[in-house]
Nanobody, 122 residues
């Protein structure tokens, strides 16, 4: 079993910064990729940022230059540093982990966290 837990959300003023984190635990052999998604009320869930096992990153155009994704492989944790926040960044942020759970199988499994609320408002 694998657990994915986000933390660090909250209320921040426009132009402010916030960092959220996602910790994974349980039956983990290796983590292939970790992603941050977000979903605002009435909207579809959208991909925000990606970091691969090798450290490559990619971002949605709407956050590129403002958000930074990073991972600590020793802690099986991924972070999202969000700067210059805008009201349109308000959403529930979800972490997705693509994990190889066994050393004898190449099969990958996907796990989601429960989400953390980020609200940008004055």
């Amino acid at each position: 079993q694998v657990q994915v837990v986000e933390s660090g959300g909250g209320l921040v003023q426009p132009g402010g910064s916030l960092s959220i984190s996602c910790a994974t635990s349980g039956r983990i052999f290796s983590i292939r990729q970790m992603d941050w998604y977000r979903q605002a009320p009435g909207n579809q869930r959208e991909l925000v940022a990606v970091v691969t096992e090798g450290g490559s990153t990619n971002y949605a155009d709407s956050v590129r230059g403002r958000f930074t994704i990073s991972r600590d492989n020793a802690k099986n944790t991924v972070y999202l540093q969000m700067n210059s926040l805008k009201p349109e960044d308000t959403a529930v942020y979800y972490c997705k982990a693509t994990i190889r759970t066994s050393p004898v199988s190449m099969a990958l499994s996907v796990y989601w966290g429960q989400g953390t609320q980020v609200t940008v408002s004055s």
